[in-house]
Each structure stands twice: as C-alpha cells, then as structure tokens.
DNA sequence: CTGAAAGCGCTTACAG
DNA sequence: CTGAAAGCGCTTACAG
C-alpha cells in the first residue's frame, strides 16, 4: 500500500518541470499559449508526482465549478433512477458531476437543499420542483446567478427552463383508450392538485371523458401522491365504498403497481374484472402481471436534454425561456381490455 | 425576480454586525467561545444580508469538505436506487451529500471516477466496485487519506470497510428451495466470475446442489453481467440449445426479468412450465407475473449501514477493517413451484 | 471573549 | 511564450 503523501500543487509541477505556475496551469486547462514540449514537460511531471487537480481551489478563485445540483422527489423511484442514469452520462461526457438529494413533496427540505447545493459552489440546479412550489421558492439560485431548469414538473408563469412530458396528453391518451374499449365508468388514482403533473394528467383525462359526453358522477378522482401506499389504499378504499369502475386510470406505473395489489387484495382482478392504465412505462411494466398498458413518459430522453440544456446555460447562454415537452405514447398491454356486452 | 447580489461574505457579516470575521466564523461553527448576544447579532446580519456560506472557501482551508463520492453500476438499476435513497437519507441527517456516478463494469471508468470525485474534494468515497477491481484500483484514494467504503461487490484481501448480503448464502438459500420443490435439473444465469457477487452467489447455489448429490452434467451456469438483456438471452440461448432444467437462478431480479421475458418468447412460461428465483426482492417483484419468488438483500439497509461506516470513518474512526454481512432472505411466491410426479 | 493577518491551491491580469 | 504576485472566501493560530 502506498504511503501518504503530501498533496501535490500546482507549484510543485512547476518546480518539477521547470516552469512558472502559470505555464502549469495554462497547459493542463489549454489556455494561453504552451509550446508542445512545455506540455510535455508538465505532463511528465504531474505523472511521476501523481498530481490531482483541486476542483475546489479552482472554483474559489474563477467561481465557475462542475458540479451540478440534482433535486428529486424520490431517487428510488424507477422514473427518476432512469432519469438520473441518463442525465448523469450526459453529465459526465462534459466533464459535469451530479450531487443528487431527495426533496420529496417537503417544500422546507426544497429551500434547504437549494441553498446547500449553492453552498457546494454547484455551476447549476436542476428541479423536479415539490408540490406547491412557486417562483420565489427557486429564486435564491437567481440572485447566486445559477442556471436552474425544471424538469417534469413545471412552474407556470416562471422564468425556469422546463423539460417534462406533455402531461395533458397523457391523460388524454388513457381516456381514448378506455373509451376505445367501451368503458363507461371510471377512476383516476394518485397525482397531486398542487404540482403540474397531478393537476394536467387527471385534466386531460378527465376533459376527454366529458368530451365524449361521460357526466361527472361517471368519474370518480382520488387525488394523493405518488407512492405504491397511495395506490392500494385508494383501491381497497374504491372497493370497500361500492364505487362502481370498470377503468382506472393511475398517475404513474407505481400508483399502478400498488392499485393492482390492492385490487387483488380485494378480489379485484386487473385484465379480468378492471382495465388500468399506467404512467412512464417502466422498463418492468412489460412482465408485470398483467403486462402493465402504460403511456411511455421518455425518462431517459428527459434526462439527457435536461442535461443539454443546463450546460449550456452554464456555458452562458443567456437565450429566452426553453420548454420542452415530450409527446407521450401509450403501450397498449394486457391490463386493458374491451368491455363486451 | 429579487436582483442579482454581490456575494455576501463573511466580512461582509462581520462588518455589519460590528465583530471581527473570526467571531462570525466561530457563530456559524459552535467553535471558540461567543457570547449569546454577539451569536444573536451575526444571526441577524445574515439573515438581512442573505449569506450562504461558502464550503468550497472552507474546504480549500480546512480540508474537510461534506460531499461523499458514490460510485455505483447503475444507479437505474432499483436495487442501486433503493440503497441510493437511504444512503442520502442517512448521510444528509449528518449535513453531507452524495456526488453519484455510474461506472459499470468500467475499470478505467472507475478509476477516472476516483480521480474525478477525489478532485471534487470529497470527503469520503463509497464504491461498488467493478468486476476485475484489485485493491490497487482504489489505491489512490488512501493516497489522499479518503476513506473508502465498498459496498454490495467485495474485495478479498484488502483494507477496505465492507457492506453487503452474503452472497453465498444467496446461491444456497435459492438451491435449498429448488430441492425442497424436488427440482433436478438446473440453471444459473447471470453474474460475472470476477465479482465477488456473481462468484459467490453462483458458488453458494453449486454447492448445495452438489451437496445433496447433484452431479455437475445437471447444472448448467451461464455467468454474464446483471442486465436485463443478458437475462433475456441467456433463456432464449438455453431453450434453443435444448438445455434441460425445470429450475433457474438469476443473479438478480433484473435479469430475471429478461430471462422470464425470454424464456415467454420461446413459448416457457415461468410458474408453469419451469421455477425461478431472482435476488434482491425489488419493491416491484411481488406484481410480477408470475410473483417473483426472490432472495432480499436489503437494498435500504446497506444504504444505511454504509452511510454510518463512511461517516464514523470521515469523522476520524481509525480502527480495523469493518465487514458487515447481512443474512439474505427467500420470500417464497408463485414463480417457484414443487415438480409434481 | 475579540481582532489582525496568514494561508489553503488554484487562475489571471500584468509585465516581460 | 513565461514569471511574479495578487486574490477568491473561508478558518485558525496568535496576540490582546
């Protein structure tokens, strides 16, 4: 085992190769002009004395770093594992590293995590923001002159960049298919009023079912958040109320996954007794039981431009407000089926 | 939108509070004595100031920072998810947080990675190494006096701290269960001779087979990495080659996925027509179809136990080499079955 | 209990 | 193309 050493600088290579500390510096961040056999020089230095650049000196004296804040509700969740897989590869192709916190729906933790991000001298902050969260809860990285983009959930009326799925559809894409298979009545399960999916997925589903002229008390909303506790609570809950469904719909495939146990809990079979459609299409929801019907929201695409688009605001681009919003697709599966009769 | 401010900084505070910077370091530390009505003063000249410190000026004098380095496979895996979740739990509730990369079955990855998070300033560094890993690889990082923490993939031999599932015991757990169903004929899939999970898990299964008087021509093992795709084409791989078995351990739930959806596409049905056990018991495996019958490995509580270990070391904890095993356990459901007759 | 000053390891004008 | 020196925002002996 190699013994401690004491930390390699800058001057250290420089006194090795010969050099002032600029040259050093000049040469490993390809500023200025180094003539090749300098280069050469200090690479072979920094070699044989196993120099390790300190990030941290760097960032004091430019104020630029890289390092990337990452705020998520729920880093198990497989949505954003998926999510943070791809953003974190895009990441790290530009020399980007994410510091990754969970912030659930606790607005509190969101202002705290925020400011200790900044704290670590972050070059920018991506946001998949906590329900109720409004401009002023993000502001704090403006006024540090940090790029901040929002991802999946939007902020109306913000500055924030924006990258997600075009949620109104995806409740839009469920109800046709429902409609499609002759369903009649119906239950929605999980997604928050207070955070822009919640709101615009249950919208967009249920404004298609009036359009097709299905009356409210057809239309039965359990509004709560994105957690498999939520989704077979309001199942069992459903059934033990003697609500009459035969589709439900649910904000994303882990309500879904708990809906379906709770369901089966009560006898309830999914692709037998009830037709359910999902949200995100999980990499698992093809081999679920039934195979999950689900609308595919493209974590890895979300991923990969939010990552685009935050290092180039951090590379100083100063353009207008960006949204992007991904048009969603539903996978057809064995958890929906036709009503007969 | 508040305008963008100077930096506020300590002598900023300092001034306005009518103290010296020394005072305001010591208030916002606990550290040096401050009398309550000074400590109350800085309080407030933050506060109308809006300072946020600044750790990356700290860490540059002190050398103590408060970000750890995590290095995983692939943090879209759940199982990495899940231990992801609650190792930032654990190291948050301390004031620390996670710098995450992925580093596959990348040795020069990983390395780079270590070079990259060590650059960063991290305190500590918790990885789950990649296969062929020997304690050289992570040499570096002892270099600079950052403990290390490795996690799930053992390293024989070394000086690092250890948290992980005895693996072992896995492969035997998941054999004991086939032989109590009177199974036969077997199968492995999944898991790479050079980590220590894929070895040992594998090993463990063999064994017990062996033991009860299973000869090697009935044991077919196909090693590979802990993808859902080498899942999938491994079942398919074994079906074409009319392999026999009625029995089949995957290295992990992942890759039982892949092989259950293989092993559909050739017309075998998990549950039915053959038994099959995964490990780690992913929050999803009990929706499968069929119910995945699957070994825990505790995704949450290594996250846990490794955050205590990084930060008792960071915090100065010099004693010898910590191993924590955890005892697996098979949740028995409908993908394993006894073979009748 | 408080203040003045040095120094962590870089980068960057500036002068050569 | 290269070198000497200042300074980023903290913390920490040290002197009072």
Redesign the interface.
Known sequence: ?????Q?VTVSDIAKRAGVSTATVSNSMNGTGRVSETTRVKVKQAMDEL?F??????A??RTGR???VGVLVQ?????F???F??SF??AL?QEGY??????IGENKERQSA?I???????VAGIIVSPSSNTE?DDL??A????IPVVTFVREIENS?FDFVGIDDYRCGELAAKQFLKDSHSQFAVIGGLESSSTGRLRAKGFVDTLHKAGIPDHCIVVKQGPQS?GFGRESAVDLVDAHTTFTAVFCHNDIVA?GA??GFLSRGRVIGEDLSLIGCDN???A??????LTSVETFSRFVGKIAADIIISRINGDKSKRRTVRLKPELIERQSTFPVTG
């Open positions: 085992m190699a013994k401690h050493r930390k196993g390790v650049r300190d990030y941290t000196a960032k004091l770093s890289r390092l729920d880093i198990a969740n497989p954003y594992g998926e943070s897989a974190e590869a790290s590293l994410p510091i990754i916190a969970n995590m400011a200790e991000v900044i704290a670590h001298g401009v502001e704090r403006f006024a540090h002159e500055d498999r996954m379906t146990a999980l990499p698992e093809c081999i679920w039981n039934p195979p």
